[in-house]
Structures are given as C-alpha cells and as structure tokens.
C-alpha cells in the first residue's frame, strides 16, 4: 500500500488550495493560510531559497 500524503499534497497544489485544510488560496496573498496558519507554496519556496542562498554563502 503507498502513502497517498505526497499525491493529496500534488493535487492541493494544482487546484491552488491549502495542503492541511483545503482553503482556497487562488487570491490570497499571505504567506500562511488565513483558516489554519500553514505556510503557501509560495511562502515555503521563498524559505527553501533563503536557506539554499544563505548555505551558499556560508560555504565561502
């Protein structure tokens, strides 16, 4: 049996909603789901960036 977690995660991306509750973030331009504070892709993405940028830095 799989783990259905990463293609529920695929398909909550695609149709623009929330990961945990399902709330439509289409419009929203937060950084956290307004109904129950998990992070937007968006947000996630800038994270990962910020780290990667950051480990880039610190290895010089």
Known sequence: ???PRPQRRMICRK???C???AYDL???E???CPECGGL????RQYAL???LNFLTVAAR
């Open 1 to 3: 049996m799989t783990d």
């Open 15 to 17: 149709r623009g909603v």
């Open 19 to 21: 990961v945990k509750c």
């Open 26 to 28: 289409r419009r929203a």
């Open 30 to 32: 937060h950084e956290a």
């Open 40 to 43: 937007t892709i968006r947000a």
């Open 49 to 51: 960036v910020s780290a």
